[in-house]
C-alpha cells in the first residue's frame, strides 16, 4: 500500500529564511505528488503537482518542490518565507487510496512557524 | 475564483444521532470526494462520487455513511447514528474529472464533535 511520511511535525523558521519541508513517499509505480496548504479555517489550497518530466516544479506563492525518485522524496522549498506562509502543509499522493484510485493519500502535515 | 463550500462550519451532535454535511462542489466539477481527518491524524479519503453513485469507497466508509446529490448542486454526506470516533473534521473535494492526475479542489472543512 502507498503511504506518504512528513518527518516533521512542526518546523520554525524566521522570517526571510529559507525553508524546506520534507515528504518521503511509498508507491510502487510513478507517483502523482502533490503539496497542498492549509491556513486556519480554510481549505486545502494546492501548492503545486508532480506527475512526470521536470522534476523540479514550479508553484504558487513562491514554491517549488523536487522530485528524487531514488531517495523516494518530494520536498517542499521556498528561498524566502513570509509571515502569511504560517499554516499547515500537508504531501499527498495520488493512485491508490485504500485499494481504489481516486483518493489522495496524505501525509500527516507539517506545522509551519514563522518568527519574526 | 470559485471555490468549494462547506456547511455548517462546525457542528455539535449526541451519540446515535445523524448528521449531514453539505457541500456545494464547484459547479462545472463532475467527480466529488469526501475526506476526513480526526484530530492529530492524517487526512484520510472516504469516498467518490460520479454520476450519481459511489465511484469508490475506502474501508472507512461504512454501512452507517451515505452520500448524495440531491439536486444539482449539493453534495452530501450522512452519518446515520453518529459514534465518538466520528469527532474529526470532514473535507468535501471536487475535481473537473477522474484521475489521479486530476487536482481535487477542497472545502474549509466542517468540524464535527460527537458527545
Known amino acids: 500500500a502507498q503511504s506518504v511520511t512528513q518527518p516533521d511535525i512542526h518546523i520554525t523558521v524566521s522570517e526571510g529564511a529559507s525553508l524546506e519541508l520534507r515528504c518521503n513517499y511509498s508507491y510502487g509505480a510513478t507517483p502523482y505528488l502533490f503539496w497542498y496548504v492549509q491556513s486556519p479555517g480554510q481549505g486545502l489550497q494546492l501548492l503545486l503537482k508532480?506527475?512526470?518530466?521536470?522534476?523540479l516544479v514550479q508553484g504558487i506563492k513562491g514554491f517549488e518542490a523536487e522530485f528524487k525518485r531514488s531517495q523516494s522524496s518530494f520536498n517542499l522549498r521556498k528561498p524566502s518565507v513570509h509571515w502569511s506562509d504560517a499554516a499547515e502543509y500537508f504531501c499527498a499522493v495520488a493512485g491508490a487510496s485504500g485499494g481504489g484510485a481516486d483518493g489522495l493519500t496524505f501525509g500527516k502535515g507539517t506545522h509551519l512557524i514563522i518568527q519574526p | 475564483e470559485p471555490e468549494v463550500t462547506q456547511t455548517p462550519s462546525h457542528q455539535v451532535t449526541q451519540m446515535g444521532q445523524e448528521v449531514i454535511l453539505r457541500c456545494v462542489p464547484i459547479s462545472n466539477h463532475l467527480y466529488f470526494y469526501w475526506y476526513r481527518q480526526i484530530l492529530g491524524q492524517k487526512v484520510e479519503f472516504l469516498v467518490s462520487?460520479?454520476?450519481?453513485?459511489?465511484?469508490?469507497k475506502s474501508e472507512i466508509f461504512d454501512d452507517q455513511f451515505s452520500v448524495e446529490r440531491p439536486d444539482g448542486s449539493n453534495f452530501t454526506l450522512k452519518i446515520r447514528s453518529t459514534k465518538l470516533e466520528d469527532s474529526a473534521m470532514y473535507f468535501c473535494a471536487s475535481s473537473l474529472d477522474r484521475g489521479p492526475q486530476e487536482t481535487q479542489y477542497f472545502g474549509p472543512g466542517t468540524r464535527l464533535l460527537v458527545l
Open positions: 508532480y506527475f512526470s518530466g521536470d522534476t
Open positions: 462520487f460520479y454520476n450519481n453513485e459511489i465511484s469508490e
